[in-house]
């Protein structure tokens, strides 16, 4: 006896305008991934279970937090309605049965070895050094910069997005340890507002504050390298140029020469001219700051 098929639901198209990044509909799954596919920016078809009446929906870019999601409407015939929280970030003009997102080209700039200006920090290469949040990949979990100095992509208006430094600390209960990233925006005319001092937003742009340390070991430590955050070389002394984000939590990882590790993680503060240290068990890494050299008190 063949088995009845589910009657077929109405089918709408998301056009996301260029936007790669991840796409979650009606929630985040358990395992993070995306559960539509964006089809490398190019419009794409949703289908939906059988319906008696209009359904309502939620379209997130995998923030997963309040302002980082589209909410909309879906009739029997598979027309979008009622686009809204925010009106400003999709469309359905001219085609009633597509979600047009509304997008800008955004350069994330984390290049360029110059000091800050008025109390701003400078800016090192960090590239590979952070994750862009709402952006996995296969070899993941997320985008990190691919270029020395920038990497240009569409982002929704008007939504949330992140940057981490890759320890993925999102609350900060005790007020003692900052997080690891930050949110920002691109607003509906185009312009990016950061909600950190670790990022400085601007038309079409954001900015990473970043800049260069360097890592003394503790006198006497019988160690082999060290590895900071997301940064792929492994570094065994004195006088390497560090690239980091400042302001961000970040992780410090110790390798010893009898096979064995130690995880730590810091927070680098680029107006604090002397630098800091950094716990790793009962030993004491210090940390100072080679660029930017002005603007630090």
């Given at each position: 006896m063949k088995k009845n098929r589910a009657a077929a639901?109405?089918?709408f198209y998301i056009d996301p305008q260029g936007y790669t990044g991840a796409l979650y509909l009606d929630g985040l799954p358990k395992d993070g991934k995306p559960n539509i596919n964006t089809n490398q920016g190019k419009p794409f078809s949703c289908s939906l279970p059988s319906q008696d009446h209009p359904t309502s929906h939620k379209l997130d870019n995998g923030s997963a937090i309040s302002g980082s999601y589209i909410s909309?409407?879906?009739?029997n015939g598979g027309n979008v309605l009622n686009i809204g929280n925010p009106l400003s970030a999709a469309t359905n003009a001219g085609t009633p049965d597509t979600l047009f997102l509304k997008t800008a080209l955004i350069k994330i700039d984390s290049g360029g070895r110059h000091g800050g200006r008025r109390g701003k920090p400078g800016r090192a290469t960090v590239s590979g050094t952070y994750y862009l949040t709402n952006f996995p990949t296969p070899g993941g979990p997320?985008?990190?910069t691919t270029s020395a100095n920038n990497l240009s992509l569409h982002l929704i208006k008007c939504l949330y997005f992140g940057v981490d430094a890759g320890l993925m600390i999102r609350d900060a209960p005790d007020g003692v340890n900052p997080l690891s990233g930050f949110?920002?925006?691109?607003?509906?005319d185009g312009v990016v507002f950061s909600l950190s001092s670790a990022g400085t937003g601007g038309k079409g742009q954001l900015t990473l504050n970043s800049g260069e340390i360097t890592i003394t070991p503790p006198d006497g430590l019988d160690f082999k390298s060290y590895k900071v955050g997301l940064y792929e070389k492994q570094f065994t002394g004195i006088g390497d140029?560090?690239?980091v984000v400042f302001g961000l939590t970040t992780s410090f990882k110790v390798y010893f020469k009898d096979g064995n590790s130690a995880p730590a993680s810091f927070c680098p503060d680029y107006m604090v001219s002397q630098g800091g240290t950094i716990a790793v068990g009962d030993q004491l890494f210090t940390y100072k700051i080679t660029s930017p050299t002005v603007g630090r008190k």
């Open positions: 639901g109405p089918t909309f409407d879906i009739d997320f985008l990190t949110r920002f925006h691109v607003r509906e140029n560090i690239p």
